[in-house]
């Protein structure tokens, strides 16, 4: 369902996703986008593609944030550059087991 890039979806997933929770008649506002930056999808954006009201705009971003916590943790590593880690990542590697 996730694109390649942590808090990015494609259009045609967003609609099968607000399908899947019970919101699908906003879907069409979401079907002509390429692609989708979750960390960009706010109030705002969502008023702006008509969906008017407070109750189903919570609901939309209240489930994304489920599947896409606040924010990726960001290196900058000399040899590997920037890099986006997803925080369940980060959680992983600072476990005692994963430094061995």
Request: charged share 30%; aromatic share 8%; glycine share 8%.
């Amino acid at each position: 369902m996730a694109s390649e890039n942590y808090g990015e979806m494609s259009g045609e997933d967003m609609c099968e996703y607000l399908r899947e929770k019970g919101l699908g008649r906003w879907a069409d506002a979401f079907k002509e986008k390429s692609v989708i930056k979750l960390r960009e999808l706010n109030d705002g954006v969502l008023v702006g593609k008509g969906i008017y009201q407070p109750e189903d705009r919570q609901k939309i971003l209240d489930s994304i944030l489920k599947i896409w916590p606040a924010a990726p943790k960001v290196f900058n590593d000399p040899i590997h550059g920037h890099m986006e880690l997803h925080p369940l990542l980060v959680n992983i590697i600072d476990t005692p087991q994963f430094s061995y």
